[in-house]
Every structure is written in structure tokens, then in C-alpha cells.
């Protein structure tokens, strides 16, 4: 099968060859450098097709390393990252600054780099040195902005299991993450379950809820609702949407703690020691746990790229390790083969003389349309009773984790409001269900909420130190 909007792309044999003035690179620029560096890079020049049917042509992975690989490199961690986690998981050589899980890993710590060589990724799609929204688009030279595709979970632990092979990697000892990155850690086992020997879940689903889908989609609106986002195209301007990463990030906060947590820590403390109420204002914050989530949404607010957000929060959405779910993406797939195959052609002939028409030929194939479309008509139809559904849901995500055979240690905080315990309970009982005999749920009851994961290291990295020692 030939695309004809392809044609006028391919090499007119009768042509004098491509000189050197026609080659083309464009290397990946980390908007971001000030928040992260001293992270390694890896190139995987070649087109990678994503799984709603757009192909990249090329892509790029920061990750950062601890530890040494053992001699038959048996001894590999992959660390699954939340959404706008850095690479930088504990402070390095190159960059001293401490990581967001500093006291879990290293020498002697919980997961030892004494024993283990731990890999972290920034996720594709996001902004911290990986190809993202940010990223420049080489077939104009310009940020992708919404022409960036639509990814994935998938997606991104295949880009992360393409570092492995890189790497030299063929089996993990364990995959382990939390939030989005616990999404991630069940993504590679059913994907690649003969290439991870141990699970680690936490604080994640198997399939997204709906509070946090709604929670996630206020955080967009926040976003897409600021004039100053200008459907994504801001980075070439003078003008940035602050007010809605702002607000989104307040939104975002707001999921990751919980009314216990902040009943004892704020109460209702007043900002200010202003008994007569004089200066009471609507737009001010007048109580203490008004000031912390305006402190948290300004300190987000130019950190992170907002399009990377978008990207990655619908990514979670959609995330569905359902059976029917995954077929349906596979069936995607298979169907853009053909598509990847003709791009395949391009980036032979032209990897070296001129990469860029291998990303025109990407666009061509509408893998680069905007990402900001019009509203679609709301399927109407009627739905099962809640008993009926619930049965056919739960029996959809056994024979989807049925490939998660691999000890597993699943996590589950009592006060998360983002990913409600029940979702952790549920992974555990499906995985059980579907004959996994080495899955250990452990329940916690602290009063940090989602970010338990963060806060409590003790409790969970001992829980985590003691999977990662079991013998097969």
C-alpha cells in the first residue's frame, strides 16, 4: 500500500544525490535545564509507531543511573516516575541536588545500589530532557506543541524498554513504581512479562476511576481555559499560561493530601493576625491552607511544561488494562503497520542526508494533527446495571493481568484520594484471581494521603527491600 500524499516525498531516482548543505539535526533542547541536569540521554533515531496510530521519527529518553550492572547484567531496577518526576530519583556526581526519593535509594538504603544497578527515566511526553510537547519538531524546526501525538502508558514503557535493550538489558530484576509510575510498572509487566521478574505497585490502578479522571480533566481546563496557552503554541511567544498551571496545580494538590492530614497540620488557622477581619478580601487568602496551595501552584507554575501535562494526565486517563481494552489498542495498531512500514522506507534512505523528510513523511501520515479537535458526540447508549457491569469489569481485568505471573507487591493508602484504596485491593484480588500465588497487598494507614509514597520511606521502602530479597 502506497500513501499518495507520500509520493512527492520520495527520492527522484534521476536527481543528483543529496548534498551535505540539505542534511538535517536538530537535537533535543531541555527547556527545562534549570530544573535538571546531569542526566545521560539516549537516541533512538528511528521511528517508533505509537499505539493510536501516529509514528515518531525519533525520539529521546533523559535517565539517570546508580549502582553498577552485574556481569550477566542481571541485577537491573527500572524506577517508574510519577507525572512530572524527573530522572534525577536520588542526587548523582553530576548533579548533587538531592533526587525525590534520596533516602530510598543508595548504599545500604532500601534499594541498595550495593546490590542493585537502578535506572530511572522523565517519561516520553514529558519536559525534563525527553522528547515531549517541548521538543522541536525536525520536520520544521519548531516546538510539536498539541502537533505532538497522543500517547500512551504503553508507549512510554515500550520507549523505556528500548533503553533496556540499549542497555543491554534483557530481564529487570524488578520494575517498581507509584502514581502514574505504578501504572507504568504493571504496563511492563503485561507487556514484556518474561522481562520482569519482580512487581512493585503502588498508590496506582489498573484501570483510571472516574474521580480521577475528573480531577485530572479540571486540571486541563485550568490550562487550556488561560488565553495565554494559545491551543499549546506559547513557546515562541511572550506570553505563558501561568494562571492555569497555577490553578492546576492548586486543583492537583488538593488530590495528593488528605482532610486528616490537613485538619491537624492547618486546621483553620488564619494567614494573618487580623482579629477584626479589616482586610478580608475575595481574592486574598485568608486561611493558612489557602496560603499553602497558592505557594504550591507559584512554585509549580514555570517548572513544568504545561503541554507535558496535558499530554501525560490524558495518558493516565485512558490507561486500561482491561482485556477488551488492550485488544482494542493492539487492533490499533496492527492497522498502522503498514504506516510504519512506509516510514521505515523513508528513514532508510534518508537517516543520514536528511532526516527531516522522515518527519514530514510522520506528519503526512496524520500522525501530527492537532491534538486539540472538536467535541464528539457522547455515546447515549444504555448502560448495564451497576451489579452487571462491576461483574464484567472485574472479569475484563483478570484475563488482562492474567500475563502478571511475577511476585508482586501491591500498595494502598488508606486517605488516597487519587487512587482510592479500593483500585490497590482490586489489583491484588484480580491478580490473585487469575492464579497469581505471589502477590502481597500491604495497607496503610497513614494520614499523608497519595503522597504517602514520598513521606513514609521507612514503611514502604522495608516492604519494598524485603520483595526485592525474596527468592524465586
Not at 225 to 240: A, E, L, M, Q, V
Not at 342 to 368: D, F, S, W
Request: overall charge neutral; charged content about 20%.
Amino acid at each position: 500500500m502506497q500513501y499518495p500524499s507520500l509520493q512527492k516525498l520520495l527520492p527522484n531516482r534521476n536527481n543528483t544525490p543529496l548534498t551535505a548543505s540539505t542534511t538535517c539535526h536538530f537535537p533535543e533542547k531541555n527547556r527545562y535545564q534549570h530544573i535538571v541536569h546531569g542526566y545521560h540521554a539516549f537516541e533512538h533515531n528511528s521511528p517508533f509507531l505509537l499505539d493510536h496510530g501516529a509514528v515518531l521519527p525519533r525520539f529521546q529518553l533523559a535517565y539517570e543511573t546508580w549502582g553498577s550492572l552485574n556481569h550477566d547484567r542481571s541485577n537491573a531496577i527500572l524506577l517508574h516516575t510519577g507525572l512530572s518526576a524527573t530522572s534525577h530519583a536520588k542526587s548523582t556526581s553530576a548533579n548533587q541536588n538531592p533526587g525525590w526519593w534520596e533516602s530510598m535509594i543508595g548504599p545500604g538504603r532500601y534499594i541498595d545500589t550495593n546490590q542493585f544497578f537502578v535506572i530511572c527515566t522523565n517519561v516520553l511526553g514529558g519536559c525534563y530532557g525527553s522528547t515531549g510537547p517541548s521538543s522541536v519538531d525536525i520536520a520544521d524546526g519548531k516546538p510539536y506543541a498539541t502537533q505532538f501525538p497522543i500517547i500512551t502508558t504503553f508507549d512510554i514503557v515500550r520507549a523505556q524498554f528500548l533503553l533496556l535493550d540499549h542497555l543491554g538489558i534483557r530481564q529487570l530484576w524488578a520494575s517498581i513504581g507509584h502514581s502514574m509510575g505504578g501504572m507504568q510498572s504493571l504496563a511492563a509487566a503485561v507487556l514484556f512479562p518474561d522481562r520482569v521478574k519482580r512487581l512493585v505497585t503502588g498508590s496506582a490502578c489498573a484501570k483510571s476511576h472516574p474521580y480521577s479522571i475528573a480531577i485530572r480533566r479540571a486540571q486541563r481546563q485550568a490550562i487550556m481555559n488561560d488565553p495565554c496557552w494559545n491551543k499549546g503554541h506559547y513557546y515562541d511567544s511572550n506570553s505563558y499560561p501561568y494562571a492555569g498551571m497555577k490553578l492546576a496545580r492548586e486543583i492537583a494538590t488538593i488530590s495528593y493530601r488528605s482532610g486528616t492530614e490537613w485538619g491537624t497540620r492547618f486546621g483553620q488557622d488564619r494567614a494573618y493576625n487580623d482579629d477584626d477581619n479589616q482586610n478580608l478580601s475575595l481574592s486574598n487568602p485568608e486561611f493558612l491552607i489557602e496560603t499553602y496551595l497558592e505557594h504550591q501552584g507559584n512554585r509549580f507554575k514555570d517548572r513544568y511544561d504545561p503541554n507535558s501535562l496535558l499530554y501525560l494526565s490524558k495518558a493516565m486517563d485512558t490507561f486500561d488494562l482491561s482485556s477488551s481494552a488492550m485488544d482494542k489498542l493492539k487492533q490499533k495498531r496492527h492497522a498502522s503497520l503498514q504506516k510504519l512500514m512506509q516510514v521505515q522506507e523513508y528513514h532508510r534512505i534518508y537517516q543520514v542526508t536528511n532526516p527531516k523528510r522522515v518527519a514530514e513523511a510522520c506528519r503526512l501520515m496524520g500522525g501530527y494533527q492537532s491534538s486539540v479537535t472538536t467535541r464528539r458526540h457522547c455515546n447515549n447508549t444504555q448502560r448495564p446495571i451497576p451489579l452487571q457491569r462491576q461483574m464484567a469489569h472485574e472479569e475484563d481485568l483478570i484475563q488482562g493481568l492474567s500475563a502478571i505471573q511475577m511476585p508482586t507487591l501491591v500498595v494502598g493508602v488508606e486517605t488516597d484520594n487519587l487512587f482510592l484504596v479500593e483500585q490497590q485491593k482490586e489489583i491484588a484480588n484480580c491478580l490473585t484471581k487469575a492464579g497469581n500465588c505471589l502477590v502481597n497487598y500491604l495497607h496503610l494507614d497513614s494520614i499523608y494521603g497519595h503522597d504517602t509514597f514520598l513521606i513514609d520511606i521507612d514503611t514502604i521502602g522495608k516492604a519494598i527491600q524485603t520483595h526485592l530479597n525474596k527468592s524465586l
